[in-house]
């Protein structure tokens, strides 16, 4: 039975501290395929909403 998702609540911290963005850019490699592929895939869920 397929699952759907009706809503998504994405939450986040930040901090003024330069040092800490730093380290955490040089942590995660592939940061930015990562991102474009989110928005790749919220994009299509969009167009399929909008096709209903």
Do not use: F, W, Y
Not at 4 to 28: P, Y
């Amino acid at each position: 039975m397929p699952v759907e998702v009706k809503e998504i609540v994405i939450r986040a911290i930040l901090s003024g501290d330069s040092t800490s963005d730093n380290s955490l850019e040089t942590h995660q490699p592939g940061k930015e395929e990562l991102i474009q592929e989110c928005v790749t895939q919220v994009l299509k869920v969009i167009k399929k909403q909008n096709r209903r």
